[in-house]
């Protein structure tokens, strides 16, 4: 199947800085890409949906000023967190659709683990 | 929300089959899927069935489907090692927004 890559795969920032997480389709051009929040035990909740060239759309609750989404190009979107806290330490996943497969699957990301002290 | 639930552990022995159940709430769900992650890997789809549909079978795999209870299970048969992983439940209504189960993890003792 197609490859998402992230980077990195994990980070710890010290609390009020920006982190910057990368999602990329490796072989094939992502036209959507999702960004999902996973805790611990916890089902993946869906925080965005990018489309490539146009604004992300925010799930219910997810603070877009907090929560940067840029899908620049078809094989790149990035996921800033701006002024990280403590409670914004999770697992992030992304995953991408576009690249054809059974009912334009979605391919995922392998995650980012990011800790904020 | 759409909610979907499904056990978080499930410990077979090799080469006896494993049964994972999830139920989910929104009766417009139209496609369900099973998803494996492995340890440093992304979800990777398993399989997946429409509504209407009550049962798929891929090799190992059989997945069944109750509409009626909102019922879904995985069935692989003859359990390997390499079986070993989280086994994640999702379903949605236009094969685009997923929603997802928190994951069943496989532990497979020889």
């Known amino acids: 199947g197609a490859v998402v890559s992230q980077h990195p795969s994990w980070v710890i920032c010290k609390s009020g800085t920006s982190v910057k997480i990368e999602c990329r389709s490796l072989d094939f051009q992502a036209t959507t890409m999702f960004w999902y929040r996973q805790f611990p035990k916890q089902s993946l909740m869906l925080m965005a949906t990018?489309?490539?060239?146009?604004?992300?759309?925010?799930e219910q609750g997810v603070e877009k000023d907090k929560f940067l989404i840029n899908h620049a190009s078809l094989t790149l979107s990035t996921l800033t967190v701006t002024s990280a806290h403590p409670e914004d330490s999770s697992f992030y996943i992304c995953?991408?659709?576009?690249?054809?497969?059974?009912?334009?699957?979605?391919?995922f990301g392998p995650g980012t683990r990011l800790t904020v002290l | 929300g759409e909610d979907v639930e499904q056990s978080l552990f499930l410990s077979v022995r090799e080469g006896d089959s494993s049964v994972i159940n999830c139920t989910y709430t929104d009766s417009s769900s139209t496609y369900l899927y099973w998803y494996k992650q492995e340890p440093g890997a992304g979800l990777q789809l398993l399989t997946y069935i429409f509504s209407n549909m009550d049962m798929k079978q891929d090799q190992r795999l059989t997945v069944l489907l109750n509409k009626k209870d909102k019922h879904l299970s995985l069935r692989i048969a003859d359990t390997q090692t390499g079986d070993s992983a989280i086994y994640f439940c999702a379903e949605s209504e236009n094969d685009y927004k997923l929603s997802f189960g928190a994951g069943t993890t496989v532990t497979v003792r020889a």
């Open positions: 990018s489309n490539e060239g146009s604004k992300a759309t925010y």
């Open positions: 995953s991408a659709r576009g690249g054809g497969g059974i009912n334009n699957e979605q391919f």
